[in-house]
DNA sequence: ATAGGGTTAG
């Protein structure tokens, strides 16, 4: 072989590799990985680093590493890429084998293994590793955020970002989209809003993840009109981004505009995915779109070739019960392809419970206390259910059960933000420091509902007390006591805006219809499954929730 | 050539 052509092709194989790794394009880069030792150019950093990368991101660690063990050429490039290959393939320990033994570590390196603990849960090794650099770059700041957000620790990823600000780094679109996911979770409107800003200052291209996650935050905050403007604006739009919208509209109870969004989306020739079916399927169950569900149902696997998971039956379970249609929904559940699991018969027991069927709500509520002995919802639920009937000798026994496991009930929960700070209510909470005027406040929310016709609805009251101490319990449910709280305080026409942890019940989901009209203000609850926009009287799901 | 991101039923 003539020079010419060495020269040539110690350049050419990388970039080959380089594509492969991109395609995971496993079995042509065992092809070129023939040829490189047939010409002899497995001698090569280069080459050699391009072939361990390859191996590594294709998930064959066990060729990576014997293409790392013999070659007599390594630089950091190539720890790094093998370290980078465990990381990815969760393989921690042999990570920090990798990461011990290295002749020197630079970045890369540190930020590799901080990615690994963070992967296998280990976030306090990751945040010492972090505290311990001699140098930090917007990627190690980056991963240790992500990771924080993605172990539901989003009041730790915020505070990190504030720390990455006050040392003066810059933070990049990637940083953001995990900020603004910690943002989502907590409900930190203004912080949400500020980063949006941030980003049309600095005039930062939203690219789809960063749009997509923009748009879903808005509509988390139960701003339409906003998550509208970040999907008009961006330039390319993936299906998750189609996928959010939808999703989106239903949730803030624009039915209509999402099934219209999901066939624009076709029009527009973008692909549906599982989770495009999902976000269709609940928007038809919250609007009791029985025949409509049914048809995008069968369309999915017909048309689409999506084959429906067990997630898709258990919306389905859902749209037929919440319809009524209990009978149907229980066939569904017996005639599934997949085992049914707790969700799809919680989403029954949710049917019977909305419906009265106490015979079928028995028999589900029997079932999964036994299936998930230590889920508190199930417990409540049947509970409920026998509370409603008036069995008190079954409440309690349920109650003797829930000890007996162990289950707490979680307590319902409403926070309302008020100039960027976040107040929290339990029900009938005396701790907040404004306590005093909130019970005015209530006490002139009764006297004003009663003129408009309120009645409270005591059925949901789980205890045996008699009527008038269930209406005082009632009116001491945390959202009331957050609504009376945003009456006070924050002035119209900004809405009230609540999210609460649990479902509003029906009593508050009729109070808040009336205090919208009796005091002309919006009220937006975001409660554990969707929103509720109450103004002049009536809520944006039409009572069908 | 090697490190970091989002959406998912009840």
């Given at each position: 072989?003539?020079?010419?052509?060495?020269?040539?092709?110690?350049?050419?194989?990388?970039?080959?590799?380089?594509?492969?790794?991109?395609?995971?394009?496993?079995?042509?880069?065992?092809?070129?990985h023939?040829?490189?030792?047939?010409?002899?150019?497995?001698?090569?950093?280069?080459?050699?680093?391009?072939?361990?990368?390859?191996?590594?991101?294709?998930?064959?660690?066990?060729?990576?590493?014997?293409?790392?063990?013999?070659?007599?050429?390594?630089?950091?490039?190539?720890?790094?890429?093998m370290?980078?290959?465990?990381?990815?393939?969760?393989?921690?320990?042999?990570?920090?084998?990798?990461?011990?033994?290295?002749?020197?570590?630079?970045?890369?390196?540190?930020?590799?293994?901080?990615?690994?603990y963070?992967?296998?849960?280990?976030?306090?090794?990751?945040?010492?590793?972090?505290?311990?650099?001699?140098?930090?770059?917007?990627?190690?700041?980056?991963v240790?955020?992500?990771?924080?957000?993605?172990?539901?620790?989003?009041?730790?990823?915020?505070?990190?970002?504030?720390?990455?600000?006050?040392?003066?780094?810059?933070?990049?679109?990637?940083?953001?989209?995990s900020?603004?996911?910690?943002?989502?979770?907590?409900?930190?409107?203004?912080?949400?809003?500020?980063?949006?800003?941030?980003?049309?200052?600095?005039?930062?291209?939203?690219?789809?993840?960063?749009?997509t996650?923009?748009?879903?935050?808005?509509?988390?905050?139960g701003?339409?009109?906003?998550?509208?403007?970040?999907?008009?604006?961006?330039?390319?739009?993936?299906?998750?981004?189609?996928?959010?919208?939808?999703?989106?509209?239903?949730?803030?109870?624009?039915?209509?505009?999402?099934?219209?969004?999901?066939?624009?989306?076709?029009?527009?020739?973008?692909?549906?995915?599982?989770?495009?079916?999902?976000?269709?399927?609940?928007?038809?169950?919250?609007?009791?779109?029985v025949?409509?569900?049914?048809?995008?149902?069968?369309?999915?696997?017909?048309?689409?070739?999506?084959?429906?998971?067990?997630?898709?039956?258990?919306?389905?379970?859902?749209?037929?019960?919440?319809a009524?249609?209990?009978?149907?929904?229980?066939?569904?559940?017996?005639?599934?392809?997949?085992?049914?699991?707790?969700?799809?018969?919680?989403?029954?027991?949710?049917?019977?419970?909305?419906?009265?069927?106490?015979?079928?709500?028995?028999?589900?509520?029997?079932?999964?206390?036994?299936?998930?002995?230590?889920?508190?919802?199930?417990?409540?639920?049947?509970?409920?259910?026998?509370?409603?009937?008036?069995?008190?000798?079954?409440?309690?026994?349920?109650?003797?059960?829930?000890?007996?496991?162990?289950?707490?009930?979680?307590?319902?929960?409403?926070?309302?933000?008020?100039?960027?700070?976040?107040?929290?209510?339990?029900?009938?909470?005396?701790?907040?420091?404004?306590?005093?005027?909130?019970?005015?406040?209530?006490?002139?929310?009764?006297?004003?509902?009663?003129?408009?016709?309120y009645?409270?609805?005591?059925?949901?009251?789980?205890?045996?007390?008699?009527?008038?101490d269930?209406?005082?319990?009632?009116?001491?449910?945390?959202?009331?006591?957050?609504?009376?709280?945003?009456?006070?305080?924050?002035?119209?026409?900004?809405?009230?805006?609540?999210?609460?942890?649990?479902?509003?019940?029906?009593?508050?989901?009729?109070?808040?219809?009336?205090?919208?009209?009796?005091?002309?203000?919006?009220?937006?609850?975001?409660?554990?499954?969707?929103?509720?926009?109450?103004?002049?009287?009536?809520?944006s799901?039409?009572d069908?929730?």
């Amino acid at each position: 072989m003539r020079d010419g052509d060495v020269a040539a092709d110690t350049y050419t194989y990388p970039i080959l590799l380089q594509s492969c790794s991109q395609r995971l394009a496993e079995v042509e880069g065992r092809l070129i990985h023939g040829q490189v030792i047939k010409v002899g150019f497995d001698s090569d950093v280069y080459v050699g680093n391009t072939l361990i990368n390859m191996y590594a991101v294709c998930g064959c660690l066990g060729d990576a590493r014997k293409v790392f063990d013999e070659s007599c050429a390594l630089d950091s490039v190539s720890w790094n890429s093998m370290l980078a290959g465990y990381v990815s393939a969760d393989n921690v320990d042999e990570a920090k084998w990798l990461y011990e033994r290295m002749p020197e570590r630079n970045l890369i390196s540190w930020n590799s293994m901080i990615s690994g603990y963070l992967r296998c849960g280990e976030v306090e090794k990751a945040r010492s590793l972090f505290d311990s650099m001699p140098q930090r770059d917007t990627v190690s700041w980056s991963v240790l955020i992500s990771g924080y957000a993605q172990r539901d620790r989003f009041a730790d990823a915020l505070a990190l970002f504030q720390d990455m600000q006050l040392e003066g780094i810059q933070p990049d679109e990637t940083v953001l989209v995990s900020v603004i996911s910690a943002c989502t979770h907590l409900s930190a409107l203004d912080q949400g809003a500020w980063i949006h800003a941030y980003i049309r200052k600095k005039q930062m291209k939203v690219n789809v993840i960063l749009g997509t996650t923009l748009i879903d935050m808005y509509m988390k905050f139960g701003s339409v009109p906003n998550a509208m403007e970040v999907f008009r604006a961006m330039e390319e739009k993936g299906v998750s981004t189609w996928n959010a919208l939808i999703l989106g509209l239903a949730m803030n109870g624009f039915v209509k505009e999402s099934l219209a969004t999901f066939s624009e989306m076709k029009e527009c020739n973008i692909v549906p995915n599982e989770i495009t079916f999902l976000a269709v399927l609940g928007a038809c169950r919250h609007m009791g779109l029985v025949e409509e569900g049914r048809r995008h149902f069968d369309a999915m696997s017909r048309k689409h070739g999506i084959e429906p998971t067990i997630k898709h039956y258990g919306c389905m379970v859902d749209l037929l019960g919440r319809a009524g249609k209990l009978t149907e929904a229980e066939e569904l559940i017996a005639n599934m392809p997949v085992p049914p699991d707790v969700s799809t018969w919680g989403a029954l027991l949710g049917a019977c419970k909305k419906h009265g069927d106490n015979v079928m709500g028995e028999r589900v509520g029997r079932k999964l206390v036994d299936l998930q002995p230590e889920h508190d919802g199930f417990h409540v639920l049947l509970s409920n259910i026998y509370a409603s009937k008036g069995s008190w000798d079954n409440v309690h026994e349920i109650r003797g059960m829930m000890r007996q496991h162990g289950v707490i009930k979680t307590p319902g929960c409403s926070m309302i933000e008020v100039k960027g700070t976040i107040h929290e209510f339990l029900a009938g909470d005396k701790t907040h420091p404004q306590s005093e005027d909130i019970e005015k406040m209530l006490d002139d929310m009764a006297k004003k509902l009663k003129m408009e016709g309120y009645a409270p609805d005591t059925r949901e009251v789980l205890l045996d007390i008699d009527e008038e101490d269930k209406e005082t319990t009632l009116f001491r449910h945390s959202e009331k006591i957050a609504i009376a709280f945003g009456l006070l305080t924050i002035d119209a026409p900004t809405p009230i805006r609540i999210m609460k942890n649990l479902r509003i019940c029906n009593d508050c989901h009729m109070a808040a219809k009336l205090i919208s009209r009796a005091y002309d203000r919006e009220i937006v609850v975001r409660d554990r499954h969707r929103f509720h926009h109450f103004k002049q009287g009536s809520c944006s799901c039409l009572d069908y929730w």
